[in-house]
């Protein structure tokens, strides 16, 4: 692997998909080495980013997320636009495998010159959210793409995690699917922008549209994250990317632009997720150095066997592991 930063920052500028594509790879690797040179690329990109509308959007299984963005990517391509998907696939936690087929369920997005789709493992991070995605999206950005997506694995935490590093987030929901209560009580209704019930088209669209109402009533007694947005419910179909559904969401997130640029939130939000960022891979130097210290090495095996025989209360464990000794 090249090991000259700037090999790596000047084909990402010059929008090279293959230099694009190795740098995330670079990012995404664990060895000492290649995080040390992510480092330095990732510096020497991020004056160069900044401009992209960042989206995330997850929903339930079923939802139809990717032909959503199959669709919605090729609307903004029609528009001139340019378009990256990071879509974080699930890992096993047996194997660390993952499906990385988002290209097979997005072929004209995929194919398309001014489109990029990177799948990468979620590695049993939390929520499904890649332990890298953050970096990804300055690699994208400063690629010069003008909108980036990344798409979440199922609904649960991780919502709040990709509520922490983008401008827009888009719950997708379909009707009929038991899910509206169950949306209530995970709070996932609390991190989005818009709430968007997908598949409405043909016999389905009623239901669609009343199980918009069921989401529009709820948002009226949530509190907005933000007094520059409030919350709405729409409906939309991902059969078709002139669909107006699809169209009326991506007013509404250029609407959502414009208002948080002229009152100043943009910048303020974006100054916060970058001290989140901060305090994330702080926690995450922590639990490395935590797990790599050779008298954590040489303690950890006999006080998890006591606390799975149950002779060592699980919180005197944490504290014989955390303050008995220097980890620094």
Excluded at 129 to 143: D, G, L
Excluded at 161 to 187: C, H, N, P, Y
Excluded at 222 to 227: E, G, H, K, N, T
Aim: proline share 4%; net charge neutral; aromatic share 6%.
């Amino acid at each position: 692997m090249e090991t000259d930063p700037a090999h790596y920052v000047e084909g990402v500028l010059g929008r090279s998909k293959r230099l694009l594509a190795k740098t995330i790879t670079l990012i995404e690797s664990a060895l000492p080495a290649h995080q040390d040179l992510a480092r330095q690329v990732i510096d020497a990109l991020l004056p160069h980013t900044g401009k992209a509308i960042r989206l995330g959007i997850s929903g339930v299984p079923g939802a139809g997320k990717s032909t959503f963005i199959e669709s919605f990517g090729r609307m903004l391509l029609d528009e001139g636009r340019s378009v990256a998907v990071l879509a974080v696939d699930p890992s096993s936690r047996r194997s660390g495998g993952s499906v990385l087929a988002d290209k097979t369920r997005m072929p004209q997005l995929a194919a398309a010159e001014n489109a990029f789709i990177r799948p990468s493992p979620s590695g049993g991070t939390l929520g499904g959210v890649a332990r890298k995605t953050r970096e990804s999206m300055i690699v994208c950005e400063a690629a010069g793409f003008g909108v980036i997506i990344v798409e979440t694995v199922g609904v649960g935490q991780s919502e709040t995690t990709v509520a922490s590093m983008v401008d827009f987030f888009l719950l997708l929901m379909i009707a009929g699917a038991g899910d509206e209560i169950q949306g209530l009580k995970k709070g996932v209704i609390e991190v989005a922008d818009v709430i968007a019930v997908n598949k409405a088209d043909g016999d389905n669209r009623d239901r669609a549209e009343m199980t918009r109402r069921q989401y529009e009533t709820a948002l009226h007694y949530l509190v907005p994250q933000d007094r520059t947005w409030t919350p709405r419910a729409l409906v939309c179909s991902s059969l078709d990317a002139q669909d107006a559904g699809i169209r009326r969401i991506w007013e509404n997130i250029q609407e959502h632009r414009r208002r948080f640029e002229q009152s100043g939130r943009l910048d303020l939000k974006r100054r916060r997720q970058a001290l989140d960022w901060m305090w994330s891979l702080v926690e995450e130097g922590l639990m490395d150095r935590f797990y790599k210290h050779p008298e954590i090495a040489a303690k950890l095996p006999h006080i998890k066997a006591s606390v799975e025989n149950g002779t060592l209360a699980p919180t005197a464990a944490a504290e014989s592991l955390l303050f008995s000794l220097d980890i620094s």
